[in-house]
């Protein structure tokens, strides 16, 4: 039995239930080495269940999809039934066939996987040391445990506490494991040391503190005489336990020794690998039995495991270092895949060596090719520590440091690029490390700093390359228009005369300054001109996104950010992810499905606070408090823009806050938001807030304070030549000259499908007028309208309005009639649109990243809301 832990299985106990009955469930347990976590691992294990287990490696940590390996290395034979395209990827992530250049389908096989397996009766799967996964395999397991569902399969991680590197989990359910109590810390003695006298039985327990593998392993220690000496060397409980594990091996046979050793540096548990490597350094499968008498290492199914995850360190960290080299060279002889043997030859790799440097090399260019940008970044650093010469040396730091900025680690990035400038000396070569450091700054919101520091290394570049020069003060040149540092883009752009790319520098500049100041039309021809001249490169064109949202142009803004999401995603790029989320959540906000822009923006924004995005961060926060904004929701809208420090972030908080005063008729409060904006300083990242001055400035019987900023508006609306930006602009004119003409002209133009609520805010507004004017009977088509679309986007404040305007028609509006499609979950409303297309269950789950057992469990519960029971009756819904 476990002491003191009855709540803790309890929960876990539910978990097991629930799986038992379809429904799935995930859990991270967390707690100091020996607290218990991998105890209560083993307790989870059930009758009946499918058990998927494996414990990740420090040494493994590299390898891209090593833990993903461990795991379903027993069910790889399952993996041919899976969608071809799925197939295809996980194969590729495990070393069974070529990359397919799609890893952002692995987690999504690994999903499907997991439901094809709990077909047949439900599934545990456990990861012990999570906190040494590899990150690919941590994304992978990741990605399919947040979308478990219906399928019967429980998910546990285990990790320890306040260890590097960490293992976030955000959103995910913990458990956290602290040390016994006194009372069952002497209950668990009782148990296992009765033979030990009373007063070394309270003195072990003072030494385990509550740790319960320390109260179970130190009368062994007791027993065997070890006690003493590993006490007095390691001050923490969990040390202590290591240091007996570390006494009790080195009691062992040299050669049982040597066969720990290898096993310990292996990762795969395979018993022919280990014992083949153990056969080169003199031990064999005989020298396995005293380890197997003390449970120090035990073969599971044909595998062989550590009893304990501190046992594997102990034996690897006591040996001497020679014998580890050894082992490591040995492993590097008989493993089967390349990287591993890379990697173990690195490992018995004491100084520069260029072959064992360029093997890495190779291996990191195969990890990017399967999508771990991480793996890349750590083969790059560990082939550069190994790499005689200085400019080579110098050149793999910076490919690491360049890896690591797609993996979203940051810091990582600037120390490689540091390392990497201290051996640079030719200058030209500065603008890579140059690149990785602006790219750290921007991230961070130091975007003057990021100009400041490609800038300089233009002017390195500039002698021998001036089209590299010219791109890199074009790339200079946003991050100040970014900081809005405009003397700085006037000198950058001054630095590029001469340059074969400094007529786009000076297009920018133009766009910059033109839009910061009163020249509309000249910046928006400059940002045409951008928008027309960026090479074809999927990284660029999230800033092409954003112009063609300075543009006013919803849809190509949209499509741009949505190719360079896929392909963030099919090259397993995080650290590009998040700005695409960011621009791809504002195009689904624009074009009306703010569904899809909570989901994209949510996404992105736990990713790019996981990174240390914070611009994305800013960005992306700024689309939810909108969406909070347009929905009523204070709470939300403020807490979103709480953080707000500066422009352009404090401006979007502005925005956010005036529109949902606005909504809620605090039109004074509008006023005090959007003065300052609309004077001239941030106008930029204001425009669609500049009409919600005028609408307040209207109302309080001050219109003359908005004319400046609807006259620019109206001008930037002119230039984009956007109905939708067109009509609000005329919506501005009615509004300010208390005539329809401007209304109807709006009207006319909201025909285009974007913008749905503009277009509602609109009607709105000319219904309002219409009945103040006394046409009862033309302002309800208007107020109807609107009233339709506050209720289909749940602008809730909004609808509010435009049903006490139908009411003071005449009209008496009831409660609405529920929508059908309210009664939908999110996930619910995407898979019933889905079925009803047509697609099956798998496609709908490949569509989602669900797995097809979640896909008919969504249907199931959908249907009686919908009020059908086929999907024949479904397709002829209007959804």
């Known amino acids: 039995m476990l002491h003191g832990r009855g709540a803790e299985l309890a929960g876990v106990h539910r978990l097991v239930a629930a799986a038992r009955e379809g429904r799935s469930g995930v859990l991270v347990v967390r707690g100091e080495a ?7 691992l083993d307790h989870v294990v059930a009758d009946g269940f499918r058990v998927l287990r494996g414990t990740a490696v420090e040494s493994e940590s590299v390898v891209p999809f090593a833990g993903l390996n461990l795991v379903l290395g027993r069910v790889v034979d399952r993996v041919a039934a899976l969608p071809d395209a799925q197939a295809s990827a996980l194969r590729g992530a495990l070393g069974l066939a070529p990359p397919d250049g799609r890893p952002y389908l692995v987690g999504l096989a690994v999903l499907t996987l997991l439901a094809d397996l709990a077909e047949e009766g439900p599934v545990l799967c456990l990861v012990d040391d999570a906190h040494w996964l590899d990150p690919a395999s941590a994304d992978a397991l990741l990605f399919a445990a947040r979308r478990l569902d219906a399928e019967g399969v429980v998910v546990v991680f285990a990790a320890r506490d306040l260890h590097a590197p960490p293992f976030p989990t955000p959103g995910l359910p913990e458990l956290r ?3 016994l109590s006194e009372v069952d810390s002497a209950a668990l003695l009782a148990e296992h040391a009765a033979d030990l006298p009373r007063h070394v039985r309270d003195r072990i327990a003072r030494e ?7 109260l179970l392993e130190l009368p062994a220690a007791q027993r065997e005489g ?11 409980a969990h040390g202590r336990v290591r240091q007996t594990f570390a006494d009790r091996i080195t009691a062992l046979p040299a050669r049982t020794r040597t066969l720990l050793l290898v096993a310990a540096a292996d990762d795969t548990g395979d018993p022919g690998v280990v014992f083949r490597a153990a056969a080169r350094l003199g031990a064999s499968v005989a020298d396995l039995e005293p380890a197997e008498h003390r449970q120090l290492l035990r073969s599971v199914g044909g595998w062989l495991e550590f009893r304990h995850p501190l046992i594997r360190s102990a034996a690897y960290q006591g040996a001497p270092f020679a014998r580890r080299l050894e082992a490591h060279g040995a492993l590097a002889e008989v493993v089967d895949d390349a990287h591993r043997a890379a990697w173990h030859r690195a490992a018995a790799t004491t100084g520069p060596d260029e072959e064992v440097a360029r093997a890495l090399a190779e291996t990191a260019e195969d990890a990017r090719r399967r999508g771990g940008f991480a793996a890349v970044a750590a083969a790059y650093q560990r082939a550069a520590e190994l790499t005689p010469v200085p400019l080579e040396k110098a050149r793999r730091l910076v490919s690491a440091a360049v890896a690591a900025v797609d ?3 940051f810091d990582q990035a600037s120390v490689l690029a540091d390392s990497a ?9 500065y603008w890579r490390v140059a690149s990785v450091w602006a790219t750290v700054a921007n991230e961070r919101g130091r975007s003057g700093e990021a100009a400041s520091v490609l800038a300089r290394a233009a002017g390195c570049a500039a002698p021998g390359d001036p089209v590299l020069a010219g791109d890199l003060l074009f790339a200079a040149a946003q991050y100040a228009w970014t900081a809005r540092d405009f003397a700085a883009v006037r000198s950058i752009a001054a630095q590029a005369d001469g340059l074969p790319t400094a007529s786009r520098v000076r297009a920018l500049e133009r766009a910059a300054i033109g839009l910061d100041g009163d020249d509309v039309r000249g910046a928006m021809a400059a940002v045409r001109e951008l928008v027309d001249g960026q090479r074809a490169e999927w990284r660029c064109d999230a800033v092409v996104a954003w112009w063609h949202l300075v543009l006013g142009d919803d849809r190509a803004a949209f499509d741009r950010a949505a190719g360079v999401e896929s392909q963030a995603r099919a090259q397993g790029a995080l650290g590009v992810l998040p700005r695409a989320s960011a621009y791809l959540a504002r195009g689904h906000l624009h074009l009306g499905r703010h ?6 923006a949510e996404e992105g924004l736990r990713i790019a606070a996981d990174i240390g995005q914070e611009f994305s961060v800013g960005y992306l926060s700024s689309v939810l408090a909108e969406l909070a904004a347009i929905e009523g929701d204070e709470e939300r809208c403020v807490a979103l823009t709480a953080a707000a420090d500066g422009p352009p972030r404090s401006v979007r908080a502005a925005c956010s806050l005036a529109l949902l005063d606005l909504g809620l008729g605090r039109h004074e409060s509008v006023l005090e938001r959007l003065s300052d904006v609309a004077a001239g300083a941030h106008r930029l990242y204001a425009i669609g807030s500049l009409p919600d001055l005028v609408e307040s400035a209207t109302r309080l019987g001050v219109p003359d304070s908005a004319r400046d900023a609807a006259s620019w508006h109206a001008e930037w609306a002119a230039e984009t030549g956007q109905p939708w930006a067109l009509a609000v602009a005329a919506r501005c004119r009615a509004l300010l000259s208390d005539t329809e003409d401007g209304f109807l002209e709006a009207a006319a133009l909201h025909r285009d499908p974007t913008r749905p609520f503009e277009r509602a805010r609109t009607a709105l507004l000319h219904g309002e007028w219409l ?11 208007h107020l109807r309208a609107a009233l339709e679309t506050f209720d289909r986007l749940g602008a809730a404040p909004w609808s509010a309005r435009s049903r006490a305007e139908l009411r003071a028609t005449g009209e008496t509006t009831a409660a609405p009639v529920p929508d059908r499609r309210d009664s939908l979950t999110p996930q619910e409303l995407q898979v019933v649109q889905l079925a009803g297309e047509g697609l099956s269950n798998r496609d709908i789950a490949a569509r989602l990243f669900l797995s097809p057992r979640t896909v008919g469990y969504h249907l199931y519960k959908a249907y009686p809301k919908l009020g059908v029971s086929s999907r024949v009756e479904l397709a002829r819904l209007d959804l």
Do not use: T
């Open 208 to 214: 385990a503190d509550g740790n319960p593998l320390a």
């Open 177 to 179: 494991l602290a040390g």
């Open 34 to 40: 020996g607290v218990g976590k991998s105890a209560l």
């Open 771 to 781: 009945r103040r004017a006394r046409r009862r009977s033309d302002a309800r088509v």
């Open 595 to 600: 569904r899809d822009a909570r989901a994209s």
């Open 226 to 236: 070890h006690l003493a000496a590993s006490a007095h060397r390691a001050p923490h």
């Open 407 to 409: 993996a979203g680690q």
């Open 421 to 429: 400038a201290d051996l640079l000396a030719d200058q030209v070569e």
